[in-house]
């Protein structure tokens, strides 16, 4: 049994380690990792595509923040996610796949990639605590969304298109959450 092995137990504690300088493509999806919970590959030179980990049914930590990684964000889709942070990465997709998430997602960290579509999916997002969507030029929605996120602390949707016209009844309803959100000044 492949959880039990020697070698893939350090094999997982080896993946969670983001100064271990680790050279490799993420390859080790095709092995089914079921047993890997943290996966934290951040600022690394690790290069592949996502759709790699798509194997990793217990997977509840995703950090590969400014690593080498690309492809599809549906690789995601279904993994019992509670902290994901693909920031900088060149990950495509659209964020509704994040509604398949809506029962455990705590951190969203989506800055500064290719994924587009409508902040409404954060309307089903009870547990949300972090979300950053920012420098996302196709990520559109009104920032009212966010509203029903009672838990949530931190809130990024810098250069995105999302309409912040209500950023003042969303400060009011989160005083709790720090916001950066800068609303469109309409010129005559």
Known sequence: MLGRNPFTRKL????????????????????????????????????????????????????????????????????????????????????????????????????????????????CCEQLVHCDLSKMAEVTGDIGAFEQCDKLESLAVLETDVDCDNLGALRSALKHCEIRAVAKMLVE
């Open 12 to 123: 997982s504690h080896l993946l969670a380690c983001p100064s271990c300088g680790l050279r490799v493509a993420v390859g080790f999806g095709a092995c089914r990792l079921t047993f890997l919970r943290y996966l934290d590959l951040s600022d690394t030179k690790v290069h592949g595509d996502i759709s790699a980990i798509s194997g990793c049914s217990g997977l509840t930590y995703l950090n590969l923040r400014w690593s080498k990684v690309s492809g599809s964000l549906s690789a995601i889709e279904g993994l019992p996610l509670t902290d994901l942070d693909l920031a900088g990465c060149a990950i495509k997709g659209d964020l509704q796949v994040i509604s398949s998430l809506v029962e455990t997602l705590k951190t969203c960290r989506l800055s500064r990639t290719q994924v587009k579509g409508n902040v409404g999916f954060v309307a």
